[in-house]
């Protein structure tokens, strides 16, 4: 059988030449040359390569330089916060106390809820539901913890990491978890904490 | 001419193929177990053995050098005694390479399990698994080598270049990946460190792709695709211009799988542009095999081994077009540390690899027998399930690799990220992740039907343990180069001349890439204070590697916005200098923790918190992932591998005092009392000896040798 291959010169099917003498095995192969796209495609490919590498070493662009990248992404940021806040300053929207509850909640369990457990019984950080607090029970005094943290206990600042309506928000929603007496709660620590009968 | 009669040597194959099904079947359960494990933490069985973080690696290693490892050398003591004309050199040096070859794997599963780590992707196993590597590596060079000396044909055929070529990169690769100095029976520290190991590693990686998974693969492509279908190769001359093309090309793009990492700039550009210039090589490969199969579609249609092939080719040419997609830095900014990454590797591992194989092992296993395939209804339901399974593992991946980096891309309109907990975008995941492994068993049920199909042919023949053939002897190959020869052609009776040529077009990039790093002090610029671990945080380190958190936790934050936003400050080479071995990781299927211990830092924890998170993760976060990790907080530091570790670090150049190994442990000593007396304080009852101690010591220390950001002006 690889005898008669070996004779013929062209392939049945295709009527294209075999390469003379190359047999393995039964193995024969064409005279096909390189597809011309694949040819082209390979030359762009070079092409795009070379200037490439010429933006990095010989024009040391920007665009491909990550550190600049990076210089540029925040200088834009930048520019388009002051150009905000140049800008005509937003109407608050007026928002029910369930809107405020729901959006604080939702803060609650993304933030919150890692430390303090999911209904604020507390876990590794204190019991939000009862009436002890380490810092203060005031709006204020809780305020200032979350803004600044008290980062020998672990409690971190999240003054970079959600806004004030977010903060005030939660702050509210902790508020409304006082007394709901969920299940496996963290004993109490700190001070008894009583609301001014004036406050809010 | 007078013939010379000879018997081919078919045990050495067929074994080879019989340890191929069986590590196939491992290789492939293992990686349905992993696909489960990543959503449902129970399926880790609280056992610090059977916990993702060392699965996996068992995992990756079976299916790479094992399952595939065998598939590989099938085909080559199979095709290269057919295509030279010759039995092997020696069956003595193939029976070594076997059973040596499967003793490596025996030994890489139990280490690994047992937590033997050298904490690099892909190349895990550590030095005593490493040095029989090398041994058998070369053994089964030996043979190859002097099989091409004895042949009876004048040139080497396409498969037997592709086979030259894998031999030597994949033994340039493993040794200089694996040079590292031993501290205990077991365990090393590489010499290399922080970038330097980072991009020798991926260098080693991506052409383990390159020259494990692809070259040899392509070798066994051009004997059994044109032997399956009957049909004379397209191209002998894209066979010449994609063979040269691809492996000088392919050894340069190792750093495209650390784009936007503290690699240098100039790295990263030719990663991504030799990525570019691999797309028309590959293709050369794929489309010498479609092109191949002109003139035999309509036995494609019949033939369930074709339609493997061709399913095959067609996914190693989608995947050879994807990974240099993945190499364009706006597309790598978001399918970098996602699942992305693994849908495109599986287009390869199960399409290319597995398909490929299959295919061979139908075809092969009948002639072995001298009988008939069982039952070519049970192959073609095996391709249709493997095909489906492609479809169904892939695509969850990619539409969760996508959606989860947009959403930590994700702003609201004050500037602040839209999902801060980085939980949150994990639990979007979850179906696909489900999906995913419903993909990953279909494939597995596919392979099942092969092992009955493969066994009941066997059962049907009788094995051809020598199967007898002749040919000629060959005429002395001392014929100078002829005046109507090609220098390619001269090439080709030149076996060892072939060699050299591969090897130099092989080193080239290598070279051009690692050798820099080393000798220009720019790329690494030195941070003044970044300073050694102490004892306490090295052994903590050793339990990161140990317990493989680098398989889902990076340790590399990219420079941008919404990065430094969630992490803090972008990662800078200096800082990682003392790391043998780095750990940038791969893959964030948990947050990244190179700033996890800084304290002004956006994902600070207090101790407490880790040491419960480590224990019972879903305590602290119903939704979470993350496998509990309870033994770390039963066992004990192994204090007595302090001064060894210590003294081998001073050796590869961290600037510990002299004599400080004798002091290491008492300092040990007293960081771990204040971190257990800081627990106790939070009403956590706990030993200072315990090993999670030091796993929080050293999540404590990341990132906070540099707390400002630098002012760049170098």
């Known amino acids: 059988m690889t005898q008669d291959k070996k004779q013929q010169e062209y392939d049945d099917l295709t009527k294209i030449k075999y390469i003379g003498g190359h047999d393995y095995d039964g193995i024969r192969e064409l005279d096909n040359r390189l597809p011309p796209w694949l040819k082209y495609l390979f030359y762009v490919t070079i092409v795009f390569a070379v200037s490439y590498l010429m933006l990095v070493f010989v024009f040391e662009d920007d665009s491909v330089i990550q550190e600049k990248e990076y210089q540029n992404e925040m200088a834009a940021l930048h520019q388009a916060e002051e150009q905000e806040a140049e800008a005509a300053p937003v109407e608050v929207k007026e928002r029910t106390q369930e809107e405020i509850l729901a959006a604080g909640k939702v803060t609650f369990g993304k933030i919150c809820s890692v430390c303090h ?64 007496n969920p299940p496996n709660q963290k004993e109490p620590q700190g001070e008894k904490y009583v609301p001014e009968a004036n406050a809010e | 001419m007078e013939l010379e009669k000879f018997m081919y040597d078919n045990k050495i194959t067929r074994n080879f193929a019989v340890a191929t099904v069986v590590w196939g079947v491992v290789g492939l359960l293992m990686g349905l177990i992993v696909a489960l494990q990543i959503f449902i933490p129970a399926m880790n069985f609280n056992l610090e053995f059977t916990t993702f973080g060392r699965t996996r690696p068992l995992h990756t290693n079976a299916a790479i050098f094992a399952f595939v490892g065998n598939a590989i050398f099938t085909a080559v003591y199979y095709s290269m005694q057919r295509l030279l004309k010759t039995r092997m050199f020696s069956d003595l040096l193939g029976k070594i390479h076997f059973w040596g070859w499967q003793l490596i794997i025996v030994a890489a599963a139990v280490t690994l399990l047992a937590g033997y780590t050298s904490g690099k992707e892909y190349a895990e196993l550590e030095w005593p698994i490493d040095l029989a590597i090398t041994v058998v590596w070369v053994i089964f060079g030996i043979n190859m080598f002097g099989t091409l000396l004895i042949r009876r044909t004048s040139h080497i055929y396409v498969a037997i270049w592709f086979y030259i070529a894998t031999w030597v990169t994949v033994a340039v690769l493993h040794i200089v990946n694996s040079i590292e100095i031993p501290y205990s029976l077991l365990k090393s520290y590489p010499v290399y460190a922080g970038v330097q190991d980072a991009l ?15 070259t ?222 419903f993909g990953g068993s279909l494939y597995v049920t596919g392979m099942l039907l092969a092992v009955v199909n493969i066994v009941k042919t066997a059962q049907a023949g009788t094995f051809l343990k020598e199967e007898a053939a002749e040919a000629p002897a060959l005429k002395t190959q001392e014929m100078p180069k002829q005046d109507n020869e090609s220098w390619h052609g001269f090439l080709e009776r030149k076996p060892i001349r072939f060699l050299i040529f591969a090897t130099i077009a092989i080193l080239i990039g290598g070279l051009f890439e690692i050798v820099p790093t080393y000798l220009v002090k720019s790329n690494v610029p030195t941070i003044s204070s970044v300073k050694p671990y102490t004892p306490l945080e090295l052994q903590g380190r050793d339990i990161y590697i140990k317990e493989g958190c680098y398989n889902c936790h990076s340790q590399m934050i990219r420079p941008f916005r919404s990065e430094v936003e969630r992490y803090g400050e972008y990662s800078k080479a200096g800082e990682f200098v003392y790391d043998h071995p780095f750990q940038f990781g791969s893959k964030r299927t ?57 003294r081998v670090m001073k050796k590869l150049g961290v600037p510990y005092p002299d004599n400080y190994e004798h002091q290491a442990n008492d300092d040990l000593k007293a960081q771990a009392e204040e971190i257990a007396q800081n627990l106790r304080e939070a009403g956590i009852e706990t030993e200072s000896t315990k090993e999670i101690i030091a796993l929080i010591a050293y999540i404590q220390r990341l990132g906070t040798d540099i707390t400002t950001p630098e002012t760049s002006n170098e």
């Open chain 2, 216 to 437: 040899p693969f392509l070798g066994l492509m051009y004997y059994f695709v044109p032997k399956a279908a009957n049909r004379p190769i397209y191209s002998y001359k894209l066979s010449i211009v994609h063979f040269w093309s691809l492996i000088f090309i392919y050894i340069w793009a190792g750093p495209h799988h650390l784009l936007y990492t503290s690699l240098p700039n100039w790295l990263q550009a030719l990663g991504t542009t030799f990525s570019i210039m691999l797309i028309a090589p590959s293709w050369g490969g794929m489309i010498n095999g479609l092109l191949t199969l002109r003139g035999a579609w309509d036995k494609v249609r019949r033939d369930p081994i074709l339609k493997m092939f061709v399913v095959g080719l067609t996914a190693y040419g989608m995947s050879t077009f994807e990974g240099p997609m993945l190499s364009l830095k706006t597309v790598n900014a978001i399918s970098h540390y996602t699942d992305w990454t693994i849908g495109h590797v599986h287009i390869g591992a199960l399409g290319w690899n597995g398909l490929m194989t299959f295919g061979m092992l139908y075809w092969l296993i009948p002639r072995l027998y001298n009988t008939k395939l069982w039952s070519t209804k049970l192959a073609n339901a095996h391709f249709w399930l493997a095909t489906l399974a492609i479809i169904f593992y892939a695509v969850p991946l990619y539409i969760g690799g996508i959606t989860q980096a947009l959403m930590w891309k994700q702003f609201t309109p004050d500037g602040f990220l839209l999902y801060p907990n980085f939980l949150e975008t994990v639990t979007q995941l979850i179906p696909m992740y489900a999906i995913r492994a």
């Open chain 1, 117 to 180: 457990g999911k209904f604020g019984e507390g876990l590794v950080g204190p019991n939000m539901t009862d009436e002890y607090w380490i810092h203060g029970g005031s709006f204020e005094d809780m305020k200032t913890v979350v803004l600044n943290g008290v980062i020998e206990k672990g409690m971190i600042s999240y003054k970079n990491q959600l806004s004030n309506t977010q903060i005030d928000d939660v702050l509210t929603y902790i508020h409304s978890l006082q007394g709901t």
């Open chain 2, 200 to 214: 020798v590693q991926w260098w080693y990686g991506h052409n383990a792709v390159a020259f494990f998974l692809t």
């Open chain 2, 590 to 646: 948990g947050p990244d923790l190179a700033r996890e211990g800084v304290k002004t830092g956006k994902i600070y924890k207090p101790n407490a918190w880790h040491y419960n998170h480590f224990i019972d993760p879903q305590k602290m976060n119903e939704a979470s992932i993350m496998p509990p990790y309870p033994w770390l907080a039963e066992k004990d530091i192994d204090l007595s591998s302090t001064p060894a570790k210590i």
